[in-house]
């Protein structure tokens, strides 16, 4: 069974950084891409960050392009989205998502969610 | 960008709904797969996996959801929706980077 769980969300000040990490099991790791997909309080789905399988490519959203930075530990199955310069508009609950396969394509699986608040 | 009407719809148990998605440009790769997926997210729930590429159920999805389109023009529909089916649908594309998301569309229960 398929299963992301993710952590490291929490309250945050505007500008200051936070390390997200998806711990990942019931599938061969290195075979997947992962993204990151968040949602702001009461809006829709806006992909964030995507690794391939090796790690040896990187693609994300132009709001965050520059922040975050995606990237992934293939021996310990666990993928971070480190999180620099927060705005109030990264206030989100942010999913980890598993593709069908090394390269992308559609997400087949989500984790639960983990919620950052970037507030003073 | 992908752009799903209508933003909301009511349906009561047993009739059908549909769901259009839009692209601003055609999905259809020179590989010949659509990267056009649909998405359901339930109240307080992650999003789980309709459809992928246009028309293809993924695994447990009952037959009463169906996918049809091409190029840049895409429809979900639900042939007897059921209690179960309320919640949002996006629709979602993986032709490029950055990969986006429709809007969403809320299912509600009549």
């Known amino acids: 069974e398929v299963q992301l769980l993710e952590s490291g969300g929490g309250l945050v000040q505007p500008g200051g950084s936070l390390r997200l990490s998806c711990a990942a099991s019931g599938f061969t790791f290195h075979n997947y891409a992962l993204s990151w997909v968040r949602q702001a309080p009461g809006k829709g789905l806006e992909w964030v960050s995507i690794i391939t399988g090796n790690g040896g490519s990187t693609y994300s959203a132009d709001s965050v392009k520059g922040r975050f930075t995606i990237s992934r530990d293939n021996s310990k199955n666990t993928v971070y989205l480190q999180m620099n310069s927060l705005r109030a508009q990264d206030t989100a609950v942010y999913y980890c998502a598993k593709h069908r396969d090394w390269l992308g394509d559609y997400i087949d699986y989500w984790g639960q969610g983990t919620r950052v608040t970037v507030s003073s | 960008a992908m752009t799903q009407t209508p933003l909301s719809l009511a349906v009561a148990p047993g009739q059908p709904a549909s769901i259009s998605c839009k692209s601003s440009?055609?999905?259809?790769?020179?590989?010949?797969?659509?990267?056009l997926y649909w998405y359901l997210q339930k109240a307080d729930q992650s999003p789980q996996l309709l459809i992928y590429?246009?028309?293809n159920r993924f695994s447990g999805v009952p037959d009463r959801f169906s996918g049809s389109g091409s190029g840049t023009d895409f429809t979900l529909k639900i042939s007897r929706v059921e209690a179960e089916d309320l919640g949002v649908y996006y629709c979602?594309?993986?032709?490029?980077?950055?990969?986006?998301f429709g809007q969403g569309t809320k299912l509600e229960i009549k």
């Open positions: 440009q055609s999905l259809l790769h020179t590989d010949a797969k659509t990267y």
């Open positions: 979602m594309q993986t032709l490029q980077h950055p990969y986006t």
């Open positions: 590429e246009v028309s």
